[in-house]
C-alpha cells in the first residue's frame, strides 16, 4: 500500500489554466506538506496543514490555494498557471508538526506550463 | 545570508569504497540536521536524524557527522554498492519559531562497479 500518493504523476498544460493536484497519505499522520522542486533541485517547503489548519505559508503567491478536506488530504489548485510553476511538487506527511518527525514523501507530480 | 551548501553536484566513487558527503550550513543554529536520499523520479526518502548534541549516529552502513562548531554534517557509506547511487539532501531545522525544514541542493552520487 502506497503511504503517500499524488495524482496525476504528469501534468502539462499551457499557461493560464487552473489545475489542481490531490494528495492523499494513509499513514494516519497529522501534519501534511506541500514541497517544490525546482530544475535546480531545490526543494523548497509551501505549505504545511496540521490537522487540516494551515500552519505554515511560505510566502507562495496566492495563485496557489491548498485545501485540506481531512487530515488524511491535501490538494493544491493552481490558478493562472505561469511559465515559472513548472517544476516538481512533492507532498509530504509527518506524525506530528515537530519537525523532528520524520517525513514521507509522494512521488511527486511533473507539472509543465507551455 | 542563511545557506545550505553540499559539497558537490556530483560524486563519483568506486564500488567497495567509501563516500562521504558534506552539508555546510552558513548563519543557522539548528538543533538537528537529516539526510534524505532520492532516487531520479521519486520523492526523498529519510534516512537519518542527528541532533546538535550528538556527534555521530550510524545505522547499517551509514554515519553521520554533526559538528556545530564548524557547521558542518558529513554522511558517510562504507563498503559502497552501485544501489547506493543516488542523489542525497541533507535538511536541517533553522531553530527559529515555526520554520519548516530547509533543504540543501543535493549531491548526485554514482558508484561504479
Known amino acids: 500500500d502506497t503511504a503517500v500518493s499524488q495524482t496525476p504523476k504528469y501534468l502539462v498544460t499551457q499557461m493560464g489554466n487552473d489545475k489542481s493536484i490531490k494528495c492523499e497519505q494513509n499513514l494516519g499522520h497529522d501534519t501534511m506538506y506541500w514541497y517544490k522542486q525546482d530544475s535546480k533541485k531545490f526543494l523548497k517547503i509551501m505549505f504545511s496543514?496540521?490537522?487540516?489548519?494551515?500552519?505554515i505559508n511560505e510566502t507562495v503567491p496566492n495563485r496557489f490555494s491548498p485545501k485540506s478536506p481531512d487530515k488524511a488530504h491535501l490538494n493544491l489548485h493552481i490558478n493562472s498557471l505561469e511559465l515559472g510553476d513548472s517544476a516538481v511538487y512533492f507532498c509530504?506527511?509527518?506524525?506530528?508538526?515537530?519537525?523532528?518527525?520524520?517525513?514521507?514523501f509522494g512521488p511527486g507530480t511533473r507539472l509543465t506550463v507551455l | 545570508s542563511q545557506k545550505i551548501e553540499q559539497n558537490s553536484e556530483a560524486l563519483n566513487i568506486q564500488e567497495g569504497k567509501t563516500a562521504t558527503l558534506t552539508c555546510n550550513y552558513t548563519?543557522?543554529?539548528?538543533?538537528?540536521l537529516q539526510w534524505y536520499r532520492q532516487d531520479p523520479g521519486r520523492g526523498p526518502v529519510f534516512l537519518l536524524l542527528?541532533?546538535?548534541?550528538?556527534k555521530e549516529k550510524r545505522k547499517e552502513r551509514l554515519k553521520v557527522t554533526f559538528d556545530t562548531t564548524l557547521k558542518q554534517s558529513l554522511f558517510h557509506i562504507t563498503a559502497s554498492q552501485p544501489a547506493d547511487s543516488a542523489t542525497y539532501l541533507c535538511?536541517?531545522?533553522?531553530?527559529?519559531?515555526?520554520?519548516?525544514?530547509?533543504f540543501g541542493k543535493g549531491t548526485r552520487l554514482s558508484v561504479i562497479a
Open positions: 496543514y496540521n490537522n487540516k489548519e494551515l500552519i
Open positions: 542527528i541532533r546538535e548534541n550528538e
Open positions: 535538511a536541517l531545522d533553522p531553530n527559529s519559531g515555526n520554520t519548516p525544514l530547509v
Open positions: 509530504a506527511s509527518s506524525l506530528t508538526s515537530v519537525y523532528t518527525d520524520t517525513q514521507y
Open positions: 548563519n543557522y543554529s539548528p538543533a538537528y
